[in-house]
Nanobody, 114 residues
Framework: VELMESGGGLVQAGGSLRLSCAAS????????MRWYRQAPGKQRDLVAS???????NYRDSVKGRFTISRDNAKNTVYLQMNSLKHEDTAVYYC?????????WGQGTQVTVSS
């Protein structure tokens, strides 16, 4: 499974961005899709996840602001980010968990100016 993220950029605090993660390859084997983020000098943290049954989970700091969704027909997962804060600045990575392993995208930079 290969992943390609897009949609990052520079936005002012309070603004919105939508990240996309397009999967290719043996996408039928994907169980759970996740978004992680990593700020400079910090560990990579889980932001949100969505299962094949569309059950979702979020880290506390983004609840009510971020929404993860998936379009199975397009093999794409989205992360809608609203009310962005400076502390949301990070490289955002898509991860796919499938039978036998997992894959990572290359990451997309999100910068929120305060």
């Amino acid at each position: 499974v290969e992943l390609m993220e897009s949609g990052g950029g520079l936005v002012q605090a309070g603004g919105s961005l939508r990240l996309s993660c397009a999967a290719s390859g043996t996408t039928s084997s994907i169980v759970t899709m996740r978004w992680y983020r990593q700020a400079p000098g910090k560990q990579r943290d889980l932001v949100a996840s969505i299962t094949s049954g569309s059950s979702t989970n979020y880290r506390d700091s983004v609840k009510g602001r971020f929404t993860i969704s998936r379009d199975n027909a397009k093999n794409t997962v989205y992360l809608q980010m609203n009310s962005l804060k400076h502390e949301d600045t990070a490289v955002y990575y898509c991860n796919a968990q499938y039978f036998g392993g997992n894959s990572w995208g290359q990451g997309t930079q999100v910068t929120v100016s305060s």
